[in-house]
């Protein structure tokens, strides 16, 4: 099954060159070939500041834009990694092996099978 792990983390945080967010995002350099040598790696990507992004809507049959985010947090979502794993548990032990797991957080979600039913809520 395939997981998308988020990787949340405060930027003021990850960029204040403490040795522990060096370490931190010295380890993202080589930790795709590290998913890749385990049989995990699906791909990754990281993403830009929250300033460049825009957010868009569709209300009514009219669409808005507003740049940057359209929440206002602390975190922010740095950056998202594809996997293939076996079941949740495993998937959330390997994005615990990521290097920003120890600056941020990430959020592991599996992603949406479409050959099945979606969920009844």
Not at 10 to 39: H, M, Q, R, W
Request: hydrophobic share 40%; proline share 7%.
């Amino acid at each position: 099954m395939r997981y998308a792990c988020l990787i949340y983390y405060d930027p003021k945080i990850l960029f204040n060159g403490s040795p522990e967010s060096n370490t931190a995002l010295a380890g993202c350099a080589g930790y795709d070939d590290v998913l890749k040598a385990s049989g995990h790696f699906i791909v990754g990507e990281a993403l830009e500041m929250p300033e460049s992004a825009m957010t868009v809507q569709v209300r009514n049959e009219k669409m808005s834009a507003t740049d940057g985010p359209f929440m206002e947090t602390k975190e922010m979502l740095g950056g998202i990694v594809i996997i293939e794993a076996q079941d949740l548990n495993e998937a959330a032990k390997v994005a615990g092996g990521h290097p920003l797991a120890r600056i941020g957080s990430i959020e592991v979600r599996p992603l949406v099978d479409f050959s099945t039913e979606p969920p009844q809520l």
